[in-house]
């Protein structure tokens, strides 16, 4: 059971990760001739990772705590403004916060929790 549970994080951490890296290469290479697509590619992304997310947390039966659950929400919430911000007005610099939170989350879930 706790392998599965450790593998479930594990996916998650991927999957930020990866979402962190798609955005931190448009970023990077911000003056690039694609880099409209791989904007919108790399937001698309990210929305689906956090709406997955926030469908998970609404689950009545998902059994972290209420406040915790109420953080990472109003964190997704969050993410979502951020990314429809640089979507209306693209500044490479806005990118910044999402890929900074992103990456944490990502070492966050690969840290194994202590042993109490």
């Known amino acids: ?25 448009v970023q990077d290479n911000w003056d690039a001739h694609d880099r409209a697509s791989k904007l919108l590619e790399a937001i698309k992304f990210n929305q689906k990772i956090w709406s997955f997310f926030q469908a998970e947390l609404s689950d009545p039966g998902n059994p972290l705590p209420k406040p915790l659950k109420e953080d ?3 964190l997704s919430i969050f993410i979502d403004k951020c990314l ?30 202590t042993e109490q």
Do not use: Y
Request: no cysteine; hydrophobic share 50%.
């Open 72 to 74: 990472i929400l109003n």
């Open 1 to 25: 059971m706790q392998k599965d549970a450790l593998s479930g994080r594990e996916l998650e951490a991927s999957v930020l990760a990866r979402a962190g890296v798609m955005l931190k290469q």
């Open 84 to 113: 429809f911000e640089v979507m209306a007005f693209p500044d490479k610099e806005k990118l910044s916060v999402v890929i900074d939170i992103d990456f944490n989350l990502a070492t966050g879930l690969r840290t194994k929790p």
